[in-house]
């Protein structure tokens, strides 16, 4: 029984370790991600700290995944303040990301 135990809670959190999480809302999926050279001619209209889970249990979860979700924070975020555009400020630091979000489509 104990054997069995161990085998679905390994199962459920290898599992849950690959999932993605966050979900665009709708019109989110035109929010681009660039980089810093490419909104010299935007408007500046915010910024945001998106944060999402590294590990899960025992198991880290692999950093592409969670800058993917990291980026879907964020152009959620610049979908609710106007944003086009969203610019990663900095590094993934224990799961957190900052971003400047810009409005650069006229």
């Known amino acids: 029984m104990t054997a069995r135990l161990m085998i679905t809670l390994f199962l459920t959190l290898s599992l849950a370790a690959c999932a993605n999480w966050v979900k665009l809302d709708e019109g989110a999926e035109n929010i681009r991600l660039v980089g810093s050279g490419e909104v010299a001619n935007c408007d500046h209209v915010g910024r945001t700290t998106a944060s999402v889970r590294e590990r899960v249990g025992v198991y880290q979860r692999r950093p592409g995944r969670v800058e993917e979700e990291l980026a879907n924070l964020a152009r959620n975020s610049a979908l609710e303040i106007g944003g086009d555009t ?16 810009y409005r650069c489509l006229r």
Not at 86 to 101: L, M
């Open 86 to 101: 969203i610019v990663a400020d900095g590094p993934v630091d224990d799961g957190r990301q900052r971003f400047r979000i």
